[in-house]
């Protein structure tokens, strides 16, 4: 330890020695200079020169005096004022911060700024002093308060001492904002003494306002309050609704039903409840409702009172005044949308009943109301065919509908006579004519329809409105004739209304059955005017017309299926044809000419040479036409319409328009025609008949007329379309019938073949019944 001490008191000695010591030799200025410039040359030395140039410096004693400058400015020094306090370049200066910064975590180069620790610290602890006054703060807020970056007051300032010297925390939904607990306190203090005063439904924006409260904390905080009442949304121009409001709704509501069994949509909307409808729904989950546009019935009024008085009223055959039974502050309207409603629902047969001015009144009660008009409909009837009235109403319509007729006349002779063209084509003696092109001129008529229903007169016009040609604008309508005018109903009515304090509906009434009555005394007027001689002999003349021309329409229908035969078998079609339908034709024109002409004919089913002798005992006008129209039964199809359409112009008949549209229906017709005798069928020859023209129908979307010794060309026509099986089927079942028919009746080979035939005809009814078009691309 001495020896220690002796050693430094020599060593101060020395140093005391060498600081008395003169200088020998002293060196001047500009040898300094020199000295340093060969030192710098030589790169033994390097120095930081001041902005003058009669200084420098090394960078390590620059560094430390930018060192002395941060810790002189409290920790946060700005380089360009250290560059200016220094007097040394920008750029050095910058370089040394940017080595400090990187070599001492502790130091901080932002935005031109050296920070050290100390004064993060010391910000960290403003912060928390501004936060603690506050309770609430933002990083842009501290951004423009310190002059600092936003990311990195967050990071390297606030997130870095949260919780130590910053008390608070951060906010889930948005990470710049920083708030206390007692701040959070302070909110929820706030919101719930708000809430709680709030008897009404209150703007969520006037409640914020009031107590200064963001409204996201708002929302975030409304949960954990558990307020006594609900915000509607979370959306701009949300309200907040107490309980004690909605349980006041909710009372009123049950109360107002409870008491009336309905719901007024405006009631409920005054009470502050926008959608009604659906406060219904939810304050009755269980309660059924008939919603109308301005209230809401409950089902149990509906069913009790309602329903059950409509039915008394339909089984008593009475009236009822729906106002007496149903709440007295219902408008009319809201009662017939009560009762219409009952009757879409399907309570009751809307059929029974009819409504007028809030009274339902039964059909029975109605029809005994009315009842003493059918004896003025009888008498007006009578009257109109006594004075020749509705005789003058039949002309009328008939002179309208030649007029239209007329009008497409004119039209027609801008254009082709074809029927000069049918003539030359059917002159010129090709073979297969029948199979050639056709076209007729027609006239517009009636439509009319297959079968039975092609008989009937023309005495279904007669109940219409208007008569209307489709002759461009040229249109001539007839008004309906008016045999009983309401007034007369109202005067038959009046009395017995007037017992029941009802006579101001009488003229409602009536105008409901002014045309039902009148058109029962256009019936019976009708009636009447067909018992005289003139009618039936007209009635007989539309019946004929409507017959052949419904002939004439099958015979271009079959026409069109026999054409996809060959050339032969056509020819024999088109010969069977004429043969069958055509000797109709015939036979029905020449009856009429006979009548026409007052002869009298003992048989109805006449031969060639009967109608030819027939022919020549009628008038002259018609015995030509009837002899050329006998004739062309043993030509072609176009000959013989040609033909007949000489002698329907001489019974002043006319052809109608084609209306190939209506081809499709009548196909259909007349292969479900062929459907139901196929069921009703058990001789195996023609079961095999009408299967075979079913199938062709099916196939072909045509229809054909034939006898049975056609049934093998059918079947050789129809082949391509089936698959194997069913040929195998087809021609096993001809095969057949073919053996019945040439084996004697009571054989064993008869009996065999019967019972092979019974055995195969379900599947032979089951492939005509369901084959289908769509069966063919099955089959390929």
Not at 227 to 256: C, E, M, R
Not at 339 to 368: C, E, R, T
Not at 462 to 482: C, F, I, T, Y
Not at 608 to 616: E, P, S, W
């Amino acid at each position: 330890m001495g020896s220690d001490w002796d050693e430094i008191k020599r060593l101060a000695a020395d140093f005391q020695k060498a600081q008395l010591t003169s200088t020998l030799q002293k060196l001047s200025e500009r040898n300094c200079v020199e000295i340093v410039t060969l030192l710098l040359e030589k790169q033994m030395l390097e120095v930081v020169f001041t902005n003058d140039g009669k200084e420098y410096i090394t960078p390590d004693h620059l560094e430390r005096e930018i060192l002395d400058e941060l810790y002189v400015n409290g920790g946060r020094a700005n380089l360009v004022e250290v560059s200016k306090t220094l007097n040394v370049d920008l750029s050095r200066i910058v370089g040394l911060a940017e080595r400090i910064a990187a070599e001492n975590p502790s130091i901080h180069l932002v935005l031109g700024q050296l920070i050290d620790e100390d004064y993060i610290s010391h910000i960290a602890q403003e912060i928390n002093e501004k936060l603690a006054l506050r309770g609430e703060i933002s990083i842009s807020e501290l951004a423009s308060q310190f002059d600092l970056p936003s990311d990195f007051l967050q990071h390297d300032v606030v997130e870095k001492h949260l919780g130590r010297i910053i008390k608070g925390r951060q906010d889930a939904t948005n990470p710049r904002v920083f708030f206390t607990q007692a701040y959070i306190q302070r909110c929820k203090a706030k919101i719930r003494g708000a809430l709680s005063a709030i008897t009404r439904p209150t703007n969520v924006a006037v409640i914020l306002q009031q107590i200064g409260v963001q409204e996201k904390i708002f929302h975030s905080l409304l949960d954990e309050i558990a307020p006594a009442g609900q915000v509607t949304s979370k959306l701009a121009n949300s309200q907040y609704v107490p309980h004690i409001y909605a349980k006041t709704q909710a009372d009123w509501v049950n109360s107002f039903y409870k008491q009336n069994s309905f719901l007024e949509y405006d009631a409920i909307q005054k009470l502050g409840i926008s959608d009604a409808k659906s406060y219904i729904r939810k304050q009755f989950p269980n309660e059924e409702f008939l919603f109308l546009k301005r209230v809401a019935l409950g089902a149990r009024l509906v069913e009790l009172t309602v329903v059950t008085a409509l039915n008394e009223c339909s089984a008593t055959k009475q009236y009822l005044d729906l106002s007496t039974i149903l709440p007295s502050n219902l408008s009319e309207e809201d009662i017939e949308e009560v009762f219409g409603a009952i009757m879409a629902q399907k309570h009751s047969n809307p059929s029974n009943f009819v409504y007028l001015d809030s009274i339902v009144f039964s059909q029975p009660y109605l029809a005994q109301l009315v009842q003493p008009c059918q004896a003025l409909a009888e008498s007006q009837a009578k009257v109109a065919i006594d004075s020749g009235i509705y005789q003058q109403y039949i002309v009328e319509k008939t002179l309208a509908q030649k007029g239209n007729v007329s009008t497409q006349d004119l039209e027609d002779d801008g254009k082709v006579d074809k029927r000069d063209e049918r003539r030359k084509k059917a002159s010129s003696g090709k073979a297969g004519g029948g199979a050639q092109g056709r076209e007729t001129k027609t006239k517009s008529t009636k439509k009319h329809q297959r079968g039975k229903a092609a008989a009937q007169n023309d005495s279904d016009d007669e109940d219409e409105v208007q008569q209307s040609s489709r002759g461009g604008g040229n249109k001539k309508a007839v008004k309906q004739l008016e045999l009983v005018k309401t007034t007369d109903i109202v005067k038959l009515i009046t009395a017995s209304l007037e017992e029941e304090g009802l006579e101001h509906l009488s003229k409602s009434i009536a105008a409901l059955y002014t045309n039902q009555i009148n058109q029962a005394a256009l019936v019976r007027a009708q009636e009447l005017f067909e018992a005289t001689p003139q009618t039936n002999r007209r009635q007989t003349h539309a019946a004929i017309q409507d017959r052949i021309n419904t002939l004439l329409i099958d015979i271009r229908l079959y026409e069109k299926g026999l054409k996809l035969f060959p050339q032969d078998t056509q020819t024999q079609l088109v010969k069977y044809l004429l043969k069958s339908l055509g000797n109709d034709i015939c036979n029905e024109l020449s009856l009429y000419v006979a009548s026409e002409c007052n002869l009298t004919v003992k048989n109805t089913n006449l031969n060639v040479d009967q109608r030819n002798k027939l022919a020549q005992e009628c008038d002259a006008q018609y015995r030509a036409a009837l002899v050329e129209q006998n004739k062309a039964l043993n030509k072609t199809i176009d000959e013989f319409e040609l033909a007949t359409e000489a002698v329907l112009k001489t019974c002043s008949m006319i052809i109608k328009k084609v209306d190939k549209k209506k081809d499709r229906l009548l196909i259909a017709d007349h292969k479900k025609k062929l459907q139901e005798q196929l069921l009703d069928c058990q001789e195996p020859a023609l079961l095999l008949h009408l299967a075979a023209l079913i199938l062709f129908t099916t196939i072909s979307g045509s229809i054909l007329h034939a006898s049975g010794k056609f049934v093998s060309a059918i079947l050789q026509h129809i082949r391509g379309s089936l698959n194997e099986s069913q040929n195998s089927l087809l021609l096993r079942f001809h095969d057949l019938v073919l053996q019945v028919l040439q084996a004697t009746p009571d054989s064993s080979d008869s009996k065999i073949a019967h019972e092979q035939l019974h055995a195969m005809q379900k599947e032979v009814v089951e492939l005509a019944q369901n084959y289908t078009r769509a069966s063919v691309s099955k089959a390929e």
